[in-house]
């Protein structure tokens, strides 16, 4: 054979050998799987103790059921009858159940009893074996601590107050009276009650311990019918159910007005009157039900658990001294099991308890029978479902539903004095109130002993309430005048509330009827129907006038601005008066005009125009000739026009600014938000504002400064100190601040509502005539009947003479133009009194310049007549010189020649006077002065010829001394006394002398 030969068959057995060993591994792991899985087929043993063979029957036969649907699992069953005797019963499960390695115990009453299996529970609770109820409903097992390893598929009969609540919200009833029995039982469904009755707003008015087994409980009954509530829930056996029943009857508390909730124990009873209701868990009583359930559930979280994890084998007998220790296990496995059996969603609680149980909720009819009228599933979206179309009937055999309390159609209402709300005027001596307008209705009220009468807002609205809820009422103030706040009082450490609030929940009084806010703290106590009003909270704050002094119209310019302008105007005048002056264009003549030269602008003028132009008055004279001074005055005009435009805006906005304005803004004024001692707010002690600013944290602030003021008690008293300027704001319910500020224009109310809330009238917690009340302000609100009444008694006075602040212009008055009528006033006495400075000055001044022209004058003729002396001497001296020389010639001449007669004659008549000049002169400058001394008694001839008289009192004018003379006489000597004063016609006589007469002699000075 070849080597390749030789290879191959190598190959080929090793190939072969390969395959045999991958068989005998292959059925190696077949082997190794198949005693797994037999290792994996335990058995679990449950064990029954049941009252009847029938029942033991139904376990073994579910138990073979569940052994039919888990193949993974072998169930065994193992059942004794369950003795009556406690003792022996545990016995039996010691020696029969024990010692079959039971996993989990199913177990129900004893036979022919009611007694618990109490037993049981210990014995297997000791050794951790689990334990399933089918038919204990004893609130005893749901106490972990004693029946740790206990469950069941039935509710306990305390869960019946969860059916309790349901219903009692359904029929709107929140005040009962619990009777119970003083077991276990009945602690433990009241316990359970008041538990619900927080969540359910629902009040114990009363409860009612009666001791189980006695045969009258009239005692114990009799304190119900002093209680308001008429619904009495009872927890009771039927046993004891008999016999209240019996004894309620005795007393009339099963009829017409009253209302019975029982237990499902009671409703069993065999005299249950009519008209209770009661509620029964559907299906209870169907145990072979809940056998299979209890089977299903053990068989479910067997299998769940050996799934997951593997247990120990339980104890054999009770001489083993230690518990199973996979017991726990076990029993959180089997609470935690859920499924849908026979009857119902089975769950429980971490009790052990069934929570998914369905209630039916009976009512016993007239012919006494027990009609369901419906249905509380706790599973379900809404638990409790009223069958429709379904009256109930009612004990006293009605269908009418009971109001679930004792109603007194005589109501006490508490009120308080708050404008416009209740206003309160003094009972009249006839002891009849009668309405004051706007009131319609005015009612008696008390304030302690004191009659008084009340009228106002609520008060109308109570007599509508009133009408259609029908009933009556007395009316009373409130004792110490608060609405009330809930705080510690008079050094207690209990809080209470006082005012009204105190006596509503007292019991003194039936209703609120006031200005009461909504808000949550007082809601917490007592019950609000819908509000009457919306409001909210706002502040009020006096008017601020800002002060006007004389010179407010100088206020739209500062002080520096004035200054400035009055500068202007004087350096402008100034400026057009020198330009006006110096330039060459100032004068001017028209061509072609007979008009004088007009002069340049002076002065006086250039002020006079600078200030029209200023004051845009009419210039009619004094304007500027030049063009340099006519620029310049035209810049000054638009000058004039900026500042005047300026100056009336400003005024404008300045008089919105004096417009009456609030102090504060608002509630986020700064002032209010960062206070300080200058400004001053409150609001009531204990009101409903304080509590608003107490729960508000961002005005935490503001409540810490509040706290420190001055404690307001009544709104009155702060809104005093308002008017007075004490306080500065006051915070409180705008409908009471809009009244105050529509009747008193100093006030008014700052920036928007804040706080928003509603007044209401207040009830007692679950009151019978809250909704009712409600149902009547509602009716009131549709037919506008409040809305009335807020146009009557809040806003009445919106139409008074208060000037709108938001929407009137700023009217000018008095006090901010006195100052322009004083610089009118002033003006007028300066312009009198210039006047009489100016006739002063003219006088003085027209009498200078008359002397002064007198002089002028008089000079001026003297100058004339010196020049005529002197053109005539010279003539004179001409003529002399003429003759002279003529004379000569003569002289010279023959003597034949001859000279004219009549020039002749002349001549040498003229010659001696002119020889005799020198004497001449003298002599009649001696006349004149002799002439002058006598003047005083020397008569005058006047232009008619009669001789003219002058008087000697009087000196002669400078007309007169010089009518006979071109020279004027020479002065009187020393020695000559002044003549007195007398006027001439022109005011005054003027004289004048010549110095020169008595300077000079010389013959130049004559005439």
């Not at 002279?884 to 002289?891: D, E």
């Not at 010659?911 to 005058?940: C, E, F, V, W």
Request: charged share 20%.
């Amino acid at each position: 054979m070849s080597a390749a030969t030789i290879r191959w068959a190598g190959m080929i057995i090793i190939m072969a050998v390969g395959q045999v060993l991958s068989a005998l591994l292959h059925c190696f792991f077949i082997l190794s799987n198949t005693e797994a899985t037999m290792a994996q087929d335990k058995v679990i043993t449950i064990g029954a103790s049941l009252n009847s063979e029938s029942m033991e029957q139904e376990f073994f036969t579910a138990v073979d059921n569940l052994n039919k649907t888990h193949s993974s699992i072998r169930f065994n069953a193992t059942s004794i009858i369950m003795d009556g005797n406690p003792i022996r019963s545990a016995l039996d499960i010691c020696d029969k159940l024990l010692a079959q390695r039971v996993y989990a115990v199913v177990v129900s009453h004893p036979n022919s009893t009611d007694r618990s299996p109490i037993s049981v529970s210990y014995t297997c609770g000791y050794y951790n074996i689990p334990v399933v109820g089918v038919t204990a409903r004893d609130s005893a097992f749901s106490d972990v601590n004693v029946h740790k390893m206990f469950l069941r598929t039935v509710p306990p009969f305390s869960h019946q107050a969860d059916v309790w609540a349901e219903l009692l919200e359904y029929l709107d009833y929140h005040k009962v009276i619990f009777l119970y029995s003083a077991d276990e039982e009945g602690r433990t469904i009241l316990s359970r009650f008041q538990s619900l009755s927080e969540e359910y707003n629902i009040k114990i008015d009363l409860s009612v311990k009666y001791y189980p087994g006695e045969t009258h409980y009239i005692s114990v009954l009799e304190p119900i019918l002093t209680c308001t509530s008429r619904v009495v829930m009872l927890a009771a056996s039927t046993e004891d159910a008999e016999v209240i029943f019996s004894d309620a009857g005795k007393l009339g508390m099963v009829g017409k007005d009253w209302a019975w909730i029982v237990t499902e124990q009671a409703f069993a009873a065999d005299n249950v009157p009519i008209g209770m209701l009661g509620v029964r868990l559907l299906k209870g009583s169907h145990k072979h039900m809940h056998i299979r359930d209890a089977v299903k559930v053990i068989g479910k979280a067997f299998t769940e658990l050996l799934a997951q994890d593997t247990i120990n084998e339980p104890p054999l007998e009770c001489k083993d001294l230690q518990a199973w220790k996979d017991g726990e296990m076990v029993y959180k496995h089997l609470i935690n099991t859920k499924l849908l059996g026979e009857t119902g969603e089975v769950s429980f609680n971490a009790e052990g308890d069934r929570k998914t149980a369905v209630y039916d909720i009976s009512n016993v009819n007239s012919t006494r029978v027990r009609m369901q009228v419906g249905f509380y599933n706790i599973s379900s979206l809404e638990r409790l479902e009223m069958m429709k179309h379904t009256n109930f009937t009612w004990p006293g055999n009605t269908q009418l539903k009971p109001k679930g309390e004792k109603i007194s159609r005589n109501l006490t209402i508490v009120t308080l004095k708050e404008k416009p709300f209740v206003k309160v005027i003094p009972m009249p001596k006839d002891g009849v109130c009668r309405p004051v307008a706007p009131a319609e209705h005015a009612f008696p009220c008390k304030d302690h002993s004191k009659d008084l009468c009340c009228m106002g807002y609520c008060m109308d609205m109570l007599y509508e309430i009133a009408k259609q809820v029908k009933f009556d009422f007395t009316i009373h103030l409130s004792k110490d005048g608060l609405f009330g706040s809930f705080e510690k009082h008079n050094g207690s450490d209990q809080k209470f509330w006082n005012g009204m609030m105190g006596e509503l929940i007292r019991g003194e009084a039936h209703l609120i009827v006031a200005p009461l806010t909504i808000n949550p703290e007082r809601a917490n106590d007592i019950d609000f129907t819908k509000p009457f009003k919306y409001q909210g909270f706002n502040i009020l704050v006096k008017k601020t006038q800002k002060d006007s002094s004389l010179a407010s119209f100088l206020q739209p310019f500062q002080d520096t601005l004035w200054i400035l302008v009055g500068l202007s105007v004087h350096v402008v005048a100034l400026v057009l008066y020198l330009l006006d002056r110096f330039s060459p264009f100032g004068r001017f003549k028209l061509a072609k005009s007979d008009d004088t030269e007009e002069d340049a602008l002076n002065l006086s003028s250039a002020m006079w125009f600078s200030w029209g132009v200023l004051l845009n008055s009419g210039i009619g004279e004094g304007t500027p000739r030049s063009f340099s001074a006519r620029v310049l005055g035209m810049v000054w005009a638009g000058f004039a026009m900026i500042i005047v435009a300026s100056y009336t805006a400003n005024l404008a906005a300045f008089l919105v600014l004096d417009r009456p304005e609030a102090l504060i803004s608002g509630i986020d004024d700064p002032r209010l938000r960062n206070p300080n001692k200058k400004v001053k707010y409150a609001t009531v002690k204990g009101s409903a504002v304080e509590m608003y600013f107490k729960r508000q944290v961002e005005l935490s602030t503001m409540y810490r400064n509040m706290d420190m003021q001055k404690t307001y008690l009544t709104a009155q008293e702060a809104i005093d100190d308002i008017r007075s300027g004490v306080l500065d704001a006051f915070i409180w319910d705008s409908p009471r601040l809009e009244y105050e500020a529509a009747s008193d224009c100093a006030l008014t109310t700052a920036g928007d509502l804040f706080g928003r809330s509603g007044l209401g009238i207040g009830l007692p917690k679950n009151s019978p005539w809250t909704h009712a009340v409600s149902m009547a302000v509602l009716e009131l609100h549709e037919s506008a009947f409040l809305e009335k009444l807020d146009n009557k008694w809040i806003l009445v006075d919106s139409e008074s003479s208060c000037p709108e602040s938001n929407s009137a212009p700023a009217t000018l008055g008095l006090t901010n133009m006195a100052g322009v009528f004083m610089m009118v006033a002033g003006g007028i006495v300066a312009g009198v009194l210039l006047i009489f400075i100016e006739i002063a000055y003219k006088r003085h001044r027209g009498l200078k310049e008359k002397e002064l022209e007198l002089a002028r004058n008089a000079a001026d003729r003297w100058r004339g007549n010196i020049e005529k002396r002197r053109t005539l001497r010279k003539t004179l001296q001409k003529q002399r010189e003429e003759l002279a020389h003529r004379a000569n010639s003569i002289s010279k001449q023959p003597a034949s020649v001859a000279l004219p007669p009549t020039s002749s004659t002349n001549a040498v008549s003229r010659l001696p006077q002119a020889t005799g000049q020198t004497t001449t002169s003298t002599d009649t400058t001696s006349r004149d002065i002799k002439n002058h001394s006598n003047s005083n008694s020397t008569a005058k001839v006047d232009h008619l010829g009669s001789p003219k008289v002058i008087p000697p009192y009087r000196r002669l004018s400078l007309l007169e001394a010089t009518a006979n003379s071109d020279c004027l006489p020479p002065p009187p000597p020393g020695d000559f006394r002044q003549p007195g004063y007398v006027p001439a016609r022109s005011g005054r006589t003027v004289t004048w002398h010549n110095p020169s007469h008595i300077r000079s002699r010389s013959p130049d000075n004559r005439v």
